[in-house]
């Protein structure tokens, strides 16, 4: 069983600052980490992989530097490591990451075929979560996305049951593999490194691709060429400072608190209690 973990290398979004001017993101003298969401699908892996004996595979994309994610994945238990790092990936929205990505995944398939997709349901530092569910179109894989736990699979039988935290609750879904999986928070803690893999992590050698070794022809496809998203600009809201309102104190019926929190809402916010349809046009 092939299971592909991909990661992400993101600053550290507690020590983000957007300069005053640009409003652009500061990343100089930010650390660099394993995006959170990331870890835990890691996680999910090496619990599969402790269960069925299953080979992880970690990817990500990114310059040089993002070869220390994914030692570190290493020294936690996965078996290799696949670096994309071209020129040609640089400024790449989720469009483009997606597609690079899901080559690799199709080139990594050719030599073992790929099982099972993991990643973090967001990076912290995009919140978009479309990275994953536009691999898995890519791919033509099933998708699971906000999985809280994978609770059964099946190598043999190339099925796999998951928890899925929804509005409603928790769904319980089984679907067949290959499939792709975003994992949330909470379900698992990554494991503590171990002497032997982070030995292992330092001497084994990182697979890195360039476009072509990815087997990516079209670079229309990728990078900037790629990217139709265009980000106009980028900011610290500003912290509100006015004073909250007490309602409902003297009121009796939790039907008199509902009214006039309705009417605050109508004299406070208009349009948006027009939309809701809680007064009039």
Known sequence: MHIVVCIKQVPDSAQIRVHPVTNTIM?????????PFDLFAIEEALQLKDRYGARVTVLTMGPPQAEVALRKAVAYGADEMVLLTD????GADTLATSYALAQAIRKLGEEEPVDLVLTGKQTIDGDTAQVGPGIARRLDLQLLTYVSAITDLDPGGKT?????????GVQVIRTRLPALVTVLEG??????????????????????????????????KIGLK???????????????????????????????????VLDLLGSEH????????????
């Open 160 to 168: 796999i049951e998951v928890q899925r935290r929804s509005e409603g």
């Open 87 to 90: 020129r040609a990936f640089a």
């Open 187 to 220: 379900g698992s803690t990554i494991r503590f490194a171990t002497m032997p893999n982070m030995f292992r992590a330092e001497r084994q050698p990182v697979q890195q691709w360039n476009r072509e070794q990815a087997g990516i022809d079209d670079v229309g």
């Open 226 to 260: 790629g990217s139709p998203t265009v980000v106009s600009k980028i900011f610290t809201p500003r912290a509100g400072n006015r004073r909250a309102k007490m309602i409902g104190a003297e009121m009796g019926s939790a039907g008199e608190v509902a009214s006039a």
């Open 270 to 281: 208009p349009r948006f209690a027009r939309e809701l349809g809680l007064a009039a046009p």
């Open 27 to 35: 990343r100089q003298g930010v650390p660099a980490i394993i995006n």
